[in-house]
């Protein structure tokens, strides 16, 4: 099966659920949210089962870039900690590894970017409609799983933020396949020069097989854990559980 025709097939069976994934409106009753919910765990089943585990997501070149790499959603976190790495250029950042470990980590910022980097020019496609073609560089997040111990008990990574909706921290969440898939990197540059704020900074999380807002900005922390029901109301990421967003946004 071509990409072309992979992607066809897959949009057949589940791009009506992605759409609904959006939009709080069409899935206004406990009904319309069970079909809802039903179809996207048939999605990621179908995805999982057609599309081979380091299968790529396209790759530009960089003429392809777009002229203004957009923001959206939070452009500067109030969090008073954020605040403060931020005067002090992210010089005291740890971004924490916990969870179903054997050995947490605290790895500072130059640390990061100090490991094997990898470099993608991608297209960031945001639910609300707009795409945007952008480079990333950053470490895979595979190695840092591996170095940190994973257990064989985890099956998810959670993503902790620092920026703030509605009183509540952001948090996303992604599978094992997609943690250790070769472009799955934690991003500290964009376009050859560290994140400006509004995109992230100082790490966000890529995740190219997926739509946008499975790439957290603004990592605090990243915790392994067997299952997603105490992560927020327990569908595994925020807009997941404030608007029915998908929990598979895959590509």
């Known amino acids: ?3 072309m025709s992979r992607r066809g097939a897959l949009g057949a069976i589940g791009g009506g659920a992605l759409l609904l994934g959006g939009c709080d409106r069409i899935a206004a009753t406990d009904t319309a949210r069970a079909a809802f919910l039903g179809a996207e765990g048939l999605t990621y089943r179908v995805q999982r089962l057609v599309t081979p585990r380091d299968a790529l997501a396209p790759e530009f070149t960089g003429a392809d870039l777009s ?3 957009r923001a959206n959603g939070t452009f500067m976190p109030r969090a008073p900690d954020y605040q403060a790495l931020l005067a002090d250029q992210f010089a005291g950042y740890r971004l924490a ?3 179903l470990v054997a050995r947490p980590l605290a ?3 130059d640390q990061l970017k100090s490991l094997p980097q990898r470099t993608q020019i991608t297209r960031h ?3 609300e409609g707009w795409s945007a073609i952008g480079q990333w560089t950053g470490p895979a997040l595979g190695p840092i799983l ?3 111990g994973l257990s064989q008990a985890a099956r998810y990574i959670v993503f902790h933020c620092f920026d703030d909706l509605g009183g509540t921290a952001y948090y996303e969440s992604i599978d094992l396949v997609d943690a250790f898939h070769p472009q799955t990197i934690l991003a500290w540059a964009l376009n050859g020069r560290p994140l400006p704020v509004a995109n992230g900074a100082p790490v966000r999380l890529r995740v190219e ?3 946008g807002y499975k790439h957290a900005k603004y990592v605090r922390a990243i915790e392994a854990v067997a299952d997603l029901r105490a992560i927020g109301r327990g569908k595994g990421g925020y807009w997941e559980d ?3 967003y998908a929990w598979y946004a895959g590509l």
């Open 97 to 99: 590894v916990g969870g």
């Open 67 to 69: 002229p203004v790499f």
């Open 242 to 244: 404030v608007s029915d």
């Open 146 to 148: 591996r170095h940190a």
């Open 107 to 109: 790895i500072p910022l």
């Open 209 to 211: 097989r997926q739509l």
């Open 1 to 3: 099966m071509t990409e």
């Open 125 to 127: 496609d945001c639910v």
